[in-house]
């Protein structure tokens, strides 16, 4: 009898000492730790394309619990395969919809926004997904006005654009033929605000270049 209280004595003190790595472990281990800003990007542009077409704008304030996580794995890996061997991948993707469903907004991207609103196809590529090519891109804040989205691809291929503000609202929404492998497409925008890009390629396609240009008086 006494041995055994020793024992358990003996476990205690272990589990006292254990205690605060075993709660550091259950800390990093959440759902709203990020393994590194990189495969971030990829996720959110995941997201934002293959998830967002029925997870977008889904705002309930609900987080979903760590054991729906488990039961939403399956469903995770149906509509992106690339992420069935990639634990990672799955946790962001629940961690992003959570974020949306909680702030009710984009998840941030670790991606500078160029000041002159002119995206290289090397930045790009960083954003688009593989092997789709689904582009996200956010674009940062807009004032009201005349602007024209300007791409430039490696093919004549058939393209489906969206222009969103931060608030989930599509200023763009076109399917689009472009001519000599590129697309000018006028946009009119009277919220200012924060504004994010995305395109769906009939086939995998390489955008070499975006631009968001302000329409000058002159093109009237
Ligand atoms: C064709 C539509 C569709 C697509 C695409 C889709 N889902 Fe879902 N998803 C649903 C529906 C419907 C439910 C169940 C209702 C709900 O909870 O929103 C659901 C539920 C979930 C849940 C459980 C939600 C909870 O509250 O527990 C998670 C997590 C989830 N989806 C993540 C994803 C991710 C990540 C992707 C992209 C890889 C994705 N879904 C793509 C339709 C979709």
Known sequence: MSSNRLKEGVMMKYF???LPV????????????????????????IFNTVCAKCHEAECSGRLSFDDCYEVSRNHII????????????????????NYTKEQCAYYPMDMAIPATK?????????????PK?????????????????????DENVRVTVHLMSEKFDMVVEDCLEPTEKSLHIP?????????????????????NRLAIVEDGEADH
């Open 118 to 130: 002119v995206w290289s196809g090397e930045v790009l590529q960083r954003m688009s997904t593989i």
């Open 16 to 18: 006292e000492r254990w």
């Open 187 to 207: 946009v009119t925008i009277t919220e200012p605000g924060d504004y994010y890009f995305r395109l769906y390629p009939r086939r995998p396609v390489r955008i």
């Open 78 to 97: 149906r509509h992106y395969g690339a992420a069935a061997d990639k634990l990672w991948l799955q946790r962001e993707l629940y961690s992003i919809l």
């Open 22 to 45: 075993i709660g550091l472990l259950v800390l990093f281990s959440g759902p709203v730790q990020a393994e590194s800003a990189v495969p971030f990007t990829e996720s959110v542009v």
């Open 133 to 153: 090519r689904n582009y996200f891109v956010p674009v940062g804040i807009l004032a009201p006005g005349q602007f024209r989205i300007e791409l430039e691809m």
